[in-house]
């Protein structure tokens, strides 16, 4: 059967994306993908090739919308250092009543989620992971050290060691979102990780 004239690639890749999102990789079958994507098996293999081909291109779809915003939000300028950190990470764990995320309650990034189920067996996919959590790395980093060159954190700040400890911080809290843990718990967690920054930071950047 040919594929419908108004059939749209970019949105069933956007549909076949929130499919491996809530399902992951292995648990999402050919015949969810058809039935996501109204497609049949033929259709599918002869617009995608297949399952691997489709997944690659959710994650850089995802990587393109969900990675890039969560990098934008780590670029706010005119907000002390230590706010958009604590912003960004509530944000991403969905302890805030920001609703623009697209994710349900529960189901993560799909980058750690992928990371976690596949780890580095798939050379295609760990490359794209990678690139992201550099993306996430770079931004961190970059964020950090604006807090050191303006005062806002301390001069003799390690950027390497504190971008990692975030960046391992940003990691298990998405896991534990995955898991549905206590949001307020979290907070308190994210709270901690940014105080070790600075152990005595100044009254004014407490968030209010």
Sequence with gaps: MARPRQFDEQEAVAQATDLFWHRGYHATSVRDLGAELRLTPSSLYRTFEDKHTLFLRALDYYRATESTQAKERLEVTGQPVRHV??????????????????????QGCLVVNTATELGTTDAEVSA???????VTRSALRSL???G????????DLDLDAATELLFTTVLGLRVRERAQHDPQRMATAIDFAIQALDPTPTSHDHPE
């Design 144 to 146: 950090l050290d604006q």
């Design 85 to 106: 950190l604590r912003d960004w990470l509530l944000w991403l764990v969905g302890c805030t009543s920001d609703e623009t995320t697209g994710a349900a309650a529960g």
């Design 128 to 134: 794209r992971t990678e690139a992201a959590f550099e």
């Design 148 to 155: 050191r060159r303006n005062g806002e954190l301390p001069a």
